[in-house]
């Protein structure tokens, strides 16, 4: 309880604006690439996305969510979101860097897991 206490602290004090990152992402998708699995995810407004997986075991499924996000600086998103199918998606995604860092919690199991990202342009 502690630890999830201080790191909750850190992000909401770290939080900076979205207007003064230097990734404004309504409008644009973001591609994921997990091993073999890839999935775009567009973020249709400053709460709404949608994804698709467009390669890999769950090709061509796809979902509306809303989300909640803060940016932690200029470069680095944290972002969380449940899915109807019970998984509770949280994720920090570090543009600067090219990666995502995942974490999910389905039935009360956590997983975590990294992978890259890129913005796609359109």
């Not at 039935?107 to 990202?117: L, M, P, W």
């Amino acid at each position: 309880m502690k630890k999830t206490f201080i790191v909750v602290m850190l992000l909401t004090g770290c939080n900076v604006p979205a207007e003064k990152s230097a990734y404004h992402l309504t409008g644009k998708t973001v591609e994921y690439r997990y091993g073999e699995s890839v999935y775009h995810v567009t973020f249709d407004s400053d709460s709404t996305l949608h994804w698709k997986a467009v390669a890999g075991d769950e090709v061509g499924v796809m979902a509306n969510e809303t989300y909640v996000a803060d940016w932690i600086d200029s470069s680095r998103l944290f972002i969380t979101w449940g899915e109807a199918n019970g998984v509770d998606v949280s994720q920090v995604l570090d543009f600067e860097h090219g990666k995502v860092h995942n974490h999910l919690l389905h039935n009360r199991e956590a997983s975590k897991g990294t992978g890259d990202i890129r913005i796609l342009e359109k």
